[in-house]
């Protein structure tokens, strides 16, 4: 099972409930905005608490409230690619990369820095600040970054709804690519079915 | 040029104002994290607490450290007992002084450099494997250190003007607790000293501007890139 996650969590105005039991490759969560997409992708990702609920991904209990697990953030191997990117901006493009490389146990990765600049064409923005990259550029380096942490699944929120129709098409090929070729599984918000249709993802509704 | 015993008070300020903002730097960020950052009950009181010295009458917060650090008084009791150690008329006490006066801008200014650090960076370090320590040291630290910076500079010109509550709380004792802006108001009330006060008023201005202009550029350096994407 890649991905099994039964959660609620409950907020000011609504309640947040998501039931996700997949062995697809691309999972998609797919609903309106406001829905709590985000704030499902944040529950997984351990960033945000949900007030009941399991989440299992491909075997490993990362959060089990009967339980009594919840484990930090970091220890839960996600490779997260927000939709704001939250690249460091005091750091150079390498750095960024290299900021989850470095505290990865090395059995855990699975690219240099090299493979992923190859892979994803960033080689030649190293040096660069990342507030002087394009859009297209900065949402390669933010996946680039997710990647060398050595993740054991990805979580893409919304990864090309900032692009135009080109730089689209390119992100949607790597995605496939590391569906196809690194064979991590992938959680993917969108709210456009287009994208759904491209990588062949298995859909969840969230929200009404 | 300044005389012997007017280069012996600028190295007394300098002296006292490094102590107040270096004792004083370690106490202002933990408060300016706990304000920017922490959802405690009685923030608000805490806020106004740190806050005080900046409105109250210098000359009450003088006297308000002499009770409590005095001979007598609850802190200064347990100082001379437990460790030995008077702040009363003494260097370190005018040090206290101008840490106390010093605090809320130096709090004021790293709050607002925290504030200006987004949380959600943070976050994006803590997918990445760092634990909140590192997300804290690798993140936060290096974006908020223009504020830091320049809130420690900022102290520490306040420190060196600090006047009411010192004179109150250690007296103006040349060559212990006489920093430049006592040494100026002593040398104001000798008749003929107008020299004296021209020379010391005129290095005053000079180390406050040098102070200022250090805060900017520092401040600048440690910004550059700085910028939230």
Sequence with gaps: MSFDIAVTLRRARRTIAARITSE???VALFGPSGAGKTTVLDMVAGLVRPDAGRIAVGGEVLFDSAGGVNLAPERRACGYVFQDLRLFPHRSVGQN??????LAPVERRFMGLDEAAGFLGIGHLLD?????????????????RALLAGPRFLLLDEPVSSLDRARREEILGVIARIRDELGLPILYVTHDERELARLGAEVVQIGD | MLAADEWQIVALSL???AVAVGLTLPL????AWVLARSR???KVLLDALVHLPLVVPPVVTGWLLLLAFGANGPIGGWLERALGVTVMFRWTGAA???AVMALPLMVRAIRLSLEAVD???????????????RAFATITLPLALPGVLAGAVLGFARSLGEFGATITFVSSIPGETQTLPLAIYAALQVPGGESVVTRLAAISVLLSLVALVASEVLARRAGRGAHVL
Excluded at chain 1, 97 to 102: H, P
Excluded at chain 2, 119 to 133: F, H, I, K, M, V
């Design chain 1, 24 to 26: 697809a490759p691309v």
């Design chain 2, 119 to 133: 949380p959600r960076l943070e976050a994006a370090a803590r997918t990445l494997g760092a634990g909140p320590w």
């Design chain 1, 128 to 144: 660069r600040r990342p507030r002087s990259l394009s859009g297209g550029e900065a949402q390669r380096v933010a996946i680039g």
């Design chain 2, 96 to 98: 206290l002084a101008a």
């Design chain 2, 28 to 31: 202002a960020f933990a408060l």
């Design chain 2, 15 to 17: 002296k006292v104002s």
């Design chain 2, 40 to 42: 405690m009950p009685g």
């Design chain 1, 97 to 102: 990369l290299r900021y989850g490389e470095a």
